[in-house]
């Protein structure tokens, strides 16, 4: 049967309406969407992991009208930077990698942004710095002086728990030496004597990262605390020393029923530029979703306990830096603004 060209031409109009129409009545987040960029720690860090695990809890919070991408990088000194020359949106930083770059010192130094700087935007989870060694050395180890000068990996170069391991030994008085290794490698570097310890981290007294959980099936390990005169030291310096149950992190027994650590608050913080209600929408739908996200990870417990004091830790640790118009009107609407505080300026 022959089919005349008007009957073809007249068959295409109506596809091709019938798939604008169907194209016209779906939903807003299967048309596009508004990109927002994090950007994080390397994959196979806590930052990254987290990130990338809570993507989908946000976006929906915020209406599907946002796609969440997660960008890994060297490190959150890295990621800071990213954010602060273009490319991304939110940066994944700590309370000392807010300090450094204030001060333009350590990974800072000379540094000069091409876009609005990041400001303080939403504190999520506290992190605990502690040393750990191969628990068949475990005796050569009795306090943090003992690592003074000897190869340790404190996490990768520019790792916020890298720069808190930095001023924990200024507060000592003991040598920082640095060995840089592939995460992968830490329990091969930890067994072979590549380095004599390792920065292990909790997040929230409760969390390992994955490269952390993976060494901690594949070797005995022990936690050296430090020493009571060391304790002393760290607290005259202004930091504080947090205790944790080994339990409730690590798979074995660690040496001790209590480990020690000093904690760092990591945050996500976004540049000045970024809209004021996006950010407010931010933060309010990680407040509204915040016992939701313990589920997701236990590392987030003390945010759901405590989420505007977090937040109010967070900028106090760093008063001289600028809140972010967004946090500053959710802290209002809580009455938990402090006048004393600054609100950032998109040309700041």
Same mark, same amino acid.
């Given at each position: ?173 003991? %040598?920082? @030496?640095? !060995? ?6 830490? /329990?091969?570097?930890?067994?072979? +004597?590549? &380095? =004599? ?22 070797? %005995?390990? @022990?936690? !050296? ?6 304790? /002393?030291?760290?607290?005259?310096? +202004?930091? &504080? =020393? ?43 739908? =990680? ?62």
């Amino acid at each position: 049967m022959r089919i005349s060209k008007m009957t073809i031409s007249t068959a295409t109009g109506t596809a091709v309406a019938a798939l604008l129409m169907v194209s016209a009545m779906q939903p807003a987040d299967a048309q596009e969407r508004k990109s927002l960029r994090w950007t994080t720690s390397p994959v196979g860090s806590y930052g990254y992991n987290i990130a990338a695990a809570m993507t989908k809890i946000i976006e929906q919070a915020l209406g599907n009208e946002y796609t969440i991408t997660v960008q890994p990088f060297q490190s959150p000194t890295v990621a800071m930077k990213a954010v602060m020359d273009g490319n991304g949106e939110i940066a994944y930083t700590a309370d000392i990698g807010m300090t450094q770059f204030s001060q333009r010192i350590g990974g800072f130094k000379d540094y000069k942004p091409q876009k609005p700087e990041i400001a303080h935007t939403w504190y999520a989870y506290p992190m605990e710095s502690m040393m750990a060694v191969a628990a068949k050395n475990g005796d050569q180890f009795k306090c943090w002086k003992d690592f003074s000068g000897k190869p340790v990996f404190y996490t990768n170069a520019g790792f916020m728990n890298w720069l808190n391991w930095q001023r924990i030994h200024k507060a000592l008085g003991t %040598d920082f @030496k640095h !060995v840089q290794i592939d995460l992968k490698s830490n /329990a091969d570097a930890l067994q072979s +004597g590549t &380095v =004599v310890g390792s920065a292990t981290y909790t997040t929230a007294g409760k969390s390992l990262a994955a490269y952390w959980k993976e060494t901690d099936i594949r070797m %005995d390990l @022990k936690v !050296v605390n430090p020493c009571p005169d060391e304790v /002393a030291k760290l607290k005259a310096a +202004g930091l &504080v =020393v947090a205790e944790v149950d080994p339990k409730a992190a690590f798979s074995k027994p660690v040496g001790s029923d209590k480990i020690y650590g000093v904690p760092i608050l990591f945050g996500y913080n976004a540049r000045l530029d970024i809209p004021e209600d996006l950010v407010y929408r931010l933060v309010s739908a =990680v407040y509204k979703e915040k016992d939701n996200l313990v589920k997701l990870d236990a590392g987030f417990t003390p945010m759901a306990k405590d989420f505007i004091g977090m937040q109010v830790n967070g900028i106090n640790a760093n008063p001289q830096i600028p809140v972010h118009p967004g946090l500053a009107k959710f802290l209002k609407e809580h009455k938990a603004w402090n006048d004393k505080w600054k609100i950032g300026k998109a040309t700041s």
